[in-house]
T-cell receptor
């Protein structure tokens, strides 16, 4: 059973516009969420995270929103840049420290110039 | 370098052979994780080491898989009697004490013929 789901396999966005990547989870024990970005032949790179005690966390062009009641989070990238083209993974853990991450299948983002 | 390193970067083996994959975590990171990513899938947790505690082996898919971490640093993931379904990218990650963000290595691409 998939505890973390990214239902959009791919997303295409024009440069300068907003990219919105979505993620749903089913396990109520998850209380810490992370987004990773992955380029081909490289390991995932940490982007941004959010604890369940918050509903928003912002870092530069990246903002993550968490809706606990809906078990849904989203990553907003604005403005999108061609260098943002990559695979984006949503991940969740039960407990903030020292726990395994459960990953979604990823969303391929293509930013067109 | 300062990041997580893994070797080899690519490994092609014949079905039934044993393989060893190596991970060098970031210096000073106390926690080490192994994941694997099969084609078109998200990352799947395999095993987690934290300091001198007993490892969390709950993600290992069969008893053909084992891992050890020597001296609290380098880790080796061993797959015995490899099968074609073991073909995947094997990723290692590490974290500092008290931090949730995991830093990933570039992975080892394993192909079992």
């Amino acid at each position: 059973d998939q505890q973390v789901k990214q239902n959009s396999p791919s997303l295409s966005v024009q440069e300068g516009r907003i990219s919105i990547l979505n993620c749903d989870y089913t396990n109520s024990m998850f209380d810490y969420f992370l987004w990773y970005k992955k380029y081909p032949a490289e390991g995932p790179t940490f982007l941004i995270s959010i604890s369940s005690i918050k509903d928003k966390n912002e870092d530069g062009r990246f903002t993550v929103f968490l809706n606990k009641s809906a078990k849904h989070l989203s990553l907003h990238i604005v403005p999108s840049q061609p260098g943002d083209s990559a695979v984006y993974f949503c991940a969740a853990s039960a407990g903030e420290y020292g726990n395994k991450l459960v990953f979604g299948a990823g969303t391929i983002l293509r930013v067109k110039s | 370098g300062a990041g997580v390193s893994q070797s080899p970067s690519n490994k092609v083996t014949e079905k039934g052979k044993d393989v060893e994959l190596r991970c060098d975590p970031i210096s000073g990171h106390t926690a080490l994780y192994w994941y694997r990513q099969s084609l078109g899938q998200g990352l799947e947790f395999l095993i987690y080491f934290q300091g001198n505690s007993a490892p969390d082996k709950s993600g290992l898919p069969s008893d053909r898989f084992s891992a050890e971490r020597t001296g609290g640093s380098v880790s080796t993931l061993t797959i015995q009697r490899t099968q074609q379904e073991d073909s995947a990218v094997y990723l290692c990650a590490s974290t500092r004490t008290g931090k949730a963000e995991q830093f990933f290595g570039p992975g080892t691409r394993l192909t079992v013929l």
